[in-house]
Nanobody, 121 residues
Framework: QVQLVESGGGLVQAGGSLRLSCAATGSIFSIDVMGWYRQAPGKQRELVALITSGDNTNYADSVKGRFTISRDNAKNTVALQMNSLKPEDTAVYYC???????????????WGKGTLVTVSS
């Protein structure tokens, strides 16, 4: 079993910064892709940023140039540095990872429980 635990959410004023972190624990053999998604009230969950095990990244257009995703493969962690935050960034942010567990050839998709980010105007 694999668990993803996020931390770092909170309340920040527009223009400010926050750093989200996520740690994956359990019977992990390898992690292919790690990423962050978000869901604002009344909206669907959307991709924010992804990073592969080879450090290739992909960002939503709305966060390019403001957010930076990074990972530590040795520690099975992923972080999201969020700068120049806007009120429209307010959402619950979810950590996601495609994890190969010990003894399994195929990876499975895992989600954290989410952390709330609120940006005030």
């Amino acid at each position: 079993q694999v668990q993803l635990v996020e931390s770092g959410g909170g309340l920040v004023q527009a223009g400010g910064s926050l750093r989200l972190s996520c740690a994956a624990t359990g019977s992990i053999f390898s992690i292919d892709v790690m990423g962050w998604y978000r869901q604002a009230p009344g909206k669907q969950r959307e991709l924010v940023a992804l990073i592969t095990s080879g450090d290739n990244t992909n960002y939503a257009d709305s966060v390019k140039g403001r957010f930076t995703i990074s990972r530590d493969n040795a520690k099975n962690t992923v972080a999201l540095q969020m700068n120049s935050l806007k009120p429209e960034d307010t959402a619950v942010y979810y950590c996601n990872a495609v994890v190969r567990t010990t003894g399994n050839y195929y990876g499975a998709n895992y989600w954290g429980k989410g952390t709330l980010v609120t940006v005030s105007s």
